[in-house]
């Protein structure tokens, strides 16, 4: 791309596929490995991007909640054109500017993931300091990702069991947004086991 005067013409994104487990989180398959579920280590990627002439500052690093579903909205920004249909994700133009990003609309504050599987299906919300998840036919899982990254102590108590659950407030407003989000989370069936 330099060799031919395109480098600041192209805007290059990198992104990892999502991690492997191999038994963390007591998660163990008859294969040799699991991608699929909903801690850290399987989801989370590395993205990078490159876009030069002052379109992306060298150097530049945000930890805003972003994902694959934001590539798609990007590159039909770069290009200046319109989707031919509403898109999940969102442009990361406004991360990228010198500024910091000039969008009237804040950035997302909450993501959610989605599992499918023959055993089991699951949604998770995913905040910079939270990660709740609810599994069909399972117990909910609540981990502190600022105070436990490696999401080892599940922190969510049942609101009916315990009263006085410690994390009452958070389980209530992340079960909210995951319904926000997912609207038929609650009617959606459960899988076999």
């Given at each position: 791309l330099e060799s031919k005067g395109e480098l600041s013409n192209t805007l290059i994104i990198y992104i990892n596929d999502n991690g492997a487990i191999q038994g963390?989180?007591?998660t163990f398959s008859k294969h040799w490995m699991i991608k699929n579920v909903h801690y850290k280590e399987s989801v989370?990627?590395?993205m990078g991007a490159r876009w030069d002439d002052g379109h992306i500052p060298i150097g530049q690093t945000s930890y805003e909640l972003v994902g694959n579903i934001d590539i798609a909205p990007t590159i039909y920004d770069v290009l200046g054109l319109t989707p031919p249909y509403p898109l999940d994700g969102r442009s990361l133009l406004?991360?990228?500017l010198v500024d910091g990003g000039s969008s009237s609309e804040p950035w997302r504050q909450s993501f959610l993931l989605e599992h499918w599987n023959p055993r089991y299906t699951d949604a998770t919300i995913v905040t910079k300091s939270w990660s709740y998840t609810?599994?069909?036919?399972d117990k909910p899982e609540l981990y502190d990702r600022e105070k436990d990254p490696y999401e080892l102590n599940n922190l969510w108590c049942s609101l009916?069991?315990?009263?006085?659950c410690a994390y009452s407030e958070t389980i209530t407003n992340l079960a909210a947004e995951l319904r926000?989000?997912?609207?038929?989370w609650d009617s959606e069936p459960q899988r076999g086991r």
């Amino acid at each position: 791309l330099e060799s031919k005067g395109e480098l600041s013409n192209t805007l290059i994104i990198y992104i990892n596929d999502n991690g492997a487990i191999q038994g963390e989180h007591r998660t163990f398959s008859k294969h040799w490995m699991i991608k699929n579920v909903h801690y850290k280590e399987s989801v989370k990627a590395i993205m990078g991007a490159r876009w030069d002439d002052g379109h992306i500052p060298i150097g530049q690093t945000s930890y805003e909640l972003v994902g694959n579903i934001d590539i798609a909205p990007t590159i039909y920004d770069v290009l200046g054109l319109t989707p031919p249909y509403p898109l999940d994700g969102r442009s990361l133009l406004d991360l990228w500017l010198v500024d910091g990003g000039s969008s009237s609309e804040p950035w997302r504050q909450s993501f959610l993931l989605e599992h499918w599987n023959p055993r089991y299906t699951d949604a998770t919300i995913v905040t910079k300091s939270w990660s709740y998840t609810e599994t069909k036919g399972d117990k909910p899982e609540l981990y502190d990702r600022e105070k436990d990254p490696y999401e080892l102590n599940n922190l969510w108590c049942s609101l009916a069991d315990d009263p006085f659950c410690a994390y009452s407030e958070t389980i209530t407003n992340l079960a909210a947004e995951l319904r926000l989000l997912r609207p038929s989370w609650d009617s959606e069936p459960q899988r076999g086991r």
